[in-house]
């Protein structure tokens, strides 16, 4: 099979004399060329333009434009730059003009009158040339073609039948003739001839990316390109196909996309679950800190103090937990964010170390701190409390009583430092490289002495690098101690520096009255209304509780709630649903009535929705009771004073 001839080669007689064409015919006719007249050099360099030749013959003498002018035009063309140009001239005999003539680029200079075998010999040689330098280039681009990485063919438009299929095509096709049948036969779909046939018709290529076929009983994906051929006349008389098989790239593809879905899914689903134990864990934790906290407050003998310490402690440690989990969570799915203001390092140092030191003191290990004026630096300031909270009780934890655990902060320039050291346990060096992985830790065996997941350390590292600042470890050993230096940068956008508010449960309630504020409480667990019911009316709230959101509803069309404080996780109808009825109620049937999202569900996703759906601030539970009746009053208009 190979690509089909294009016809004889094509001869050019240029002469301004009918009868000298009609003699050049007769000579030439036994060669098999195609004879193309041309009757002036304009005439002829339009024919050149459009068509290949195999030689040109020249008469010298033709008005308007010479043999000469028309040769040196012709030689300046694309198609004529290489085909050879015979002179004929029956003037011109002197040796000068056939100088002249191969300056221009003849191939020969021939005399008349001249013997018509000699003329015939010549033109043939160049004829067979042409014939052989196109079998040849037919060769090489069959040859190319064939070794491919593509499926190539050429049809015809007139009646749609193959002239090339290349090696590749063939194999598909399995072996069959294809050279001479139509579209039709080989199978090609009414698609695939519509398209055929639109190419042709407008005479401008056409791309498929990823088109489906069916070869050989077999579905395959394409990259197809077709591509018209025209004629001397500039019709298109053929169209060639060239598809390259995308299959093994498009299903690799589309397993990633599948996988990466997977994935997705799997993340949104441990996103949900984690939401789900963080909700199942905090809600009885917010029950045990705030019923402790609520006995703190009717001033116990030295013994329960003792009991309500231990349980805070601990019930804080359990949230502490949960909020690692979360929080490394969040930083392996990349959704860290940060808050950035200008914060008071200096202040989110002193409030991390305060907020210790009783758990040092009770250890036996002295807290030293040393803090320098650090001013304000572009920061997330609760994010950084909790890098220098971690480092700290980390350290604190792996000193023994009677040791010694030292904070230095100092400003250098353009960077803060911070110095956190201690002379406790310290650190294999082989362990120093991963101190800030996730679930690393130096005793990972079950007689380990210190609790925790090993969590603390690698959220610190990543809040630090998302702060663009770094985090080191060094130690020079078991027993000799443990040094983490945390730098930062000391940019500062404005000077009004922020620092982080007090942790929950921190310090001493604000006392805030409540006297005659209609609150309802909206939780499905019994425990927390419970709670909220004996923090509210101890302050002089009148309280309605209700389990669910129907009750809900109709309490607030009475009118009778200066306050919602609804949680978001309830059976039938959650809290995000329920603000969205309230809302939608005439102001007369409280459509107006302010409320505080009061849930256990801790991501930012979730404070974002309450807000959308209604609510006017959202608290994660366990809270802060003190917190919760400032934003109650806040709400409702009240002061509350300290």
Not at 281 to 299: E, F, M, Q, V
Not at 417 to 428: K, Q, Y
Not at 618 to 625: E, F, G, L, S
């Amino acid at each position: 099979m190979h690509l089909s001839d294009e016809g004889a080669p094509r001869v050019l007689l240029v002469d301004d004399t009918p009868s000298n064409l009609i003699a050049l015919r007769a000579v030439l006719a036994p060669i098999g060329a195609d004879l193309v007249e041309a009757r002036s050099g304009a005439e002829a360099l339009e024919l050149v333009a459009r068509n290949w030749f195999a030689a040109i013959l020249v008469d010298v003498q033709m008005p308007t434009m010479d043999g000469f002018e028309t040769a040196t035009r012709i030689r300046a063309t694309e198609r004529g730059r290489e085909v050879p140009i015979l002179f004929l001239t029956a003037i011109h005999r002197d040796e000068t003009y056939a100088l002249r003539g191969y300056g221009v680029g003849a191939a020969d200079y021939i005399t008349k009158p001249f013997e018509p075998a000699i003329v015939r010999a010549r033109v043939k040689a160049f004829v067979d040339l042409f014939r052989q330098r196109e079998r040849q280039r037919r060769v090489r681009l069959e040859t190319a073609m064939n070794f491919a990485p593509a499926l190539v063919s050429i049809f015809r438009v007139a009646d749609r039948r193959c002239e090339f299929a290349n090696a590749s095509l063939r194999r598909v096709l399995g072996e069959r003739e294809v050279v001479g049948a139509t579209a039709e036969e080989l199978g090609a779909t009414s698609e695939m001839i519509a398209l055929h046939d639109g190419v042709a018709a407008r005479g401008e290529p056409l791309q498929l990316a990823e088109h489906t076929l069916t070869l050989g009983g077999k579905e395959r994906v394409f990259d197809i390109t077709f591509q018209p051929l025209r004629d001397d006349q500039g019709g298109v008389d053929a169209v060639m196909t060239f598809a390259i098989d995308v299959t093994e790239a498009v299903l690799a593809r589309r397993s990633v996309d599948q996988a990466r879905a997977k994935a997705e899914h799997a993340n949104r689903v441990k996103d949900e679950f984690l939401a789900i134990v963080s909700h199942e864990l905090r809600t009885p934790l917010s029950s045990i800190l705030g019923w402790a906290a609520n006995a703190r407050g009717k001033k116990p003998s030295a013994e329960v103090e003792r009991a309500l310490d231990i349980i805070e402690r601990n019930a804080l440690a359990q949230a502490r937990l949960i909020d690692d989990i979360l929080d490394v969570s969040r930083i392996v799915a990349g959704q860290l964010r940060l808050e950035m203001t200008s914060a008071d390092l200096a202040a989110a140092v002193t409030n991390a170390v305060d907020s210790l030191r009783p758990t040092a003191e009770g250890k036996g290990v002295t807290l030293l701190a040393e803090i320098g004026v650090l001013g304000a630096i572009d920061a997330d300031p609760d994010r950084i409390h909790q890098v220098i909270w971690n480092v700290l009780s980390n350290a604190i934890k792996f000193t023994k009583a009677g040791g010694h655990v030292w904070v230095d902060a100092v400003r250098e320039g353009a960077r803060v430092t911070l110095r956190i050291t201690d002379d406790g346990e310290g650190l294999d060096p082989a362990f120093v490289p991963f101190i800030f992985e996730p679930f690393r830790q130096g005793d990972a065996s079950t007689t380990r002495r210190h609790g925790g997941l090993g969590l603390g350390l690698a959220i610190a590292h990543q809040i630090v690098r998302a702060h663009d600042g770094t985090i080191q470890a060094s130690s020079e050993g078991k027993g000799r101690g443990t040094t983490i230096v945390i730098e930062l940068s000391a940019r500062s956008r404005t000077d009004k520096p922020q620092s982080r508010p007090p942790a929950p449960f921190a310090g001493q309630a604000i006392d805030v009255r409540l006297d005659d504020l209609r609150l309802l409480v909206v939780d499905d667990d019994e425990d927390t209304r419970l709670l909220l019911n004996e923090i509210f009316s101890t302050r002089g709230a009148l309280v309605t509780c209700v389990p669910g959101a129907r009750e809900a509803l109709d309490e607030v069309r009475r009118g009778r709630s200066d306050v919602v404080i609804s949680d978001i996780g309830m059976p039938d109808i959650d809290g995000f649903a329920l603000m969205q009825e309230i809302r939608r109620l005439p102001r007369d049937q409280g459509g107006r009535t302010p409320a505080i999202a009061l849930t256990a569900y801790s991501r930012a996703e979730d404070a974002t929705r309450a807000i959308a759906a209604g609510f006017q601030l959202h608290a994660t539970k366990p809270v802060n009771p003190a917190i919760l009746l400032s934003s109650v009053a806040a709400l409702a208009g009240k002061r509350a004073t300290p």
